[in-house]
């Protein structure tokens, strides 16, 4: 019997369909997207005013999310959207800055300015989402110094009874192109595995892993977003690691789409669902939506709206398909009968 706090598991079902499948859309990105817009402007990146990323989320808002569970979105840009969403959809919030610190090494995070998880909760998270940039390859005291600030924040997550999100986006110690330097796409599969297990850890409090496609797509031999640029992994090969690297979880876990297109992204789940693996659904942002860039810059919100309408629908509408295979959240703990529901001073 697994013990659940009755905000935890308020918050976990709020995200979630009638199935348990978390089909969330995301919509937190800050700085990708204001680079995105300016490029597309023709502007710089201090051109981009507030305005113009709120209406982006707003629009990204009020057409995706009648077809999701969920939204995640940022309390910097991203309330306005909140407001906008279907109301059946539930919410979450990021709790730290865009990007990372590029000053020192390591790629270390912070949170954001004048927000805490309580401010979040009061402006209507059902859950808290955090992304870490994370390699078991990196200094061992920088990672230490990594792992002390998630356990910090699952902390408050759980003093302040909210399910804690954990997004860990792997990079290379060497500095190389993770999306297509063949040597990344090796080690790719190992630097997802041992993040995964080092976040199951009960000292982080995580409650749902976002973890990254194992393989990189690009260097899967017979598959649709294969560039021929050396063969990595064959199919079984990539099966294999599905399975395997999907054994290192310990509590559920969704995938992220990285920036990758919607066709990329919808090939690596039905390569995990052939490999058996039993994922709790997705937060897919940029695989969606993204290509409606141009549309935005060009023809400002009435021509994303169409544009969002048309092809943002049908894509989320292509990933929900895939997702009638996913498994519920709950089957991480061998179902809702096996999940014991108590108030959270009990798991404190």
Known sequence: MVKISKGKLRGLKAVSDSRGIIRAAAMDQRGSLQKSIAKGRGVTESEVTRQMMEEFKVEVSKALTSHASAILLDPEFGLPAVKARDKRAGVLLAYEKTGYD???????????????????????????????????????????????WIENIGKECAENDMPFFLEFVGYDVKGRDEKKDIECAKIKPEIVMKSMQEFSKDRYRVDVLKVEIPVNMKFVEGAKAFRGKG?????????????????????????????????????????????????????????????????????????????????????????????????????????????QEVSATTVL
């Open 102 to 148: 590029n000053t020192a090494p390591g790629r270390l995070g912070d949170l954001i300015e004048g927000w805490n998880v309580k401010r979040l909760k009061e402006n209507g998270a059902d859950c808290i989402k955090i992304l870490i940039y994370y390699t078991p390859l990196e200094k061992p005291e920088i990672n230490e110094e990594k792992h002390d």
């Open 231 to 339: 063969v990595v992994y064959t199919k079984k090969d990539a099966m294999e690691i599905f399975r395997k690297v999907s054994g290192a979880a310990k509590r559920p876990f969704i995938y992220l789409s990285a920036g990758v297109s919607d066709e990329e992204f919808r090939e690596s789940l039905e390569l995990a669902l052939e490999s058996g693996v039993h994922f709790n659904g997705v937060l897919c942002g940029r695989a969606t939506w993204a290509e409606g860039v141009p549309a935005y810059c060009k023809g400002g919100t009435a021509a994303f709206r169409e544009w969002l309408n048309d092809r943002g629908v049908a894509n989320i509408k292509a990933l929900n398909a895939v997702l009638e295979k996913a498994y519920p959240w709950y089957d991480a703990y061998g179902g809702l009968s096996m999940i």
